[in-house]
């Protein structure tokens, strides 16, 4: 019975020790406004983060030579201060795509405009599509011809 009692408070005493650790272990999630009267922006616009991650963006030899096309989806916090956090690929095409998409969106240096709602500093999320569309190349217009 003692025995039975011991590897029962054993066991009880493991599960308290790994839930603490677990709970350290996982990463603080950035507590977000989902209604926003003032959301943010890029400062100079979204044509031009748009122009910008273009001119950044090269297209991924295994997604060209595969004809891959599609849009990659890229999430982001806008915190309070108008920083960029936590920028990931949610959805994606792969074949290199995804990568490049998250690595050109990082390079933007422009300043967004501080989201609020109800007049406070609020942190945003934002997802952002890419798209990668490939251009017809000039051989298969000489062959129609």
């Not at 599960?15 to 603490?20: H, K």
């Not at 982001?76 to 095409?93: C, P, Q, R, T």
């Not at 990082?106 to 942190?123: A, I, S």
Request: glycine fraction near 8%.
């Amino acid at each position: 019975m003692k025995r039975k009692l011991y590897i029962c408070l054993t066991m009880v005493t493991l599960f308290i020790v790994t839930q603490n650790v677990q709970s350290q272990d996982k990463p603080k999630i950035k507590e977000v406004e989902s209604k926003i009267d003032e959301p943010s922006n890029p400062v100079k616009g979204m044509e031009h983060l748009y122009t910008f991650i273009g001119k950044e963006m090269k297209y991924p030899k295994q997604a060209s030579e595969a004809g891959v096309e599609g849009r990659v989806y890229i999430e982001f916090i806008i915190n309070k201060s108008g920083s960029i956090e936590n920028a990931k690929v949610i959805k994606g095409i792969g074949a290199g795509c995804d990568k490049e998409a998250l690595r050109a969106f990082q390079l933007y240096p422009g300043k967004w405009t501080l989201p609020k709602h109800n007049g406070k500093l609020v942190n945003q999320q934002i997802v952002l599509p890419v798209s990668f569309k490939l251009g017809k190349s000039t051989e298969s217009k000489d062959k129609k011809s």
